[in-house]
């Protein structure tokens, strides 16, 4: 990074945003890769607006790594590297989507 700053370049002049971007979604996808619903249960602070918003992981996942990626990500100038979500209905659980963690918003899954 110092590089980078060294020579007037930001981190999205260099292709380093993209590279953050694929990093933590490899993370997430680590974190949250379930088979079914009772593998998920562990809310991904600060990736969506609200909590009921934010990533779901398994229950058993080690976040440190997919929180030292956005903290990078973040500090690089690239924003979270996940497309936040906004509005979200409540949540009755947790659910297993394509083999990720997803919160279980009833009714509104079908939206």
Not at 25 to 40: F, L, M
Not at 54 to 59: E, F, L
């Amino acid at each position: 990074m110092l590089l980078l700053v060294a020579c007037g370049l930001t981190a999205s002049d260099s292709g380093t945003c993209a590279t953050f971007a694929r990093d933590v979604e490899a993370a997430y996808a680590e974190a949250a890769a379930c088979d079914t619903a009772s593998d998920c249960g562990q809310p991904v602070a600060g990736t969506g607006c609200t909590e009921e918003c934010d990533r779901v992981a398994r229950t058993d996942a080690d976040l440190t790594t997919l929180q030292q990626t956005i903290r990078g990500s973040v500090d690089a100038g690239c924003g979270l590297g996940l497309e936040p979500r906004c509005d979200c209905p409540p949540t009755v659980g947790f659910r297993c989507v394509s083999g990720l963690c997803d919160w279980d918003y009833g009714d509104f899954n079908q939206r």
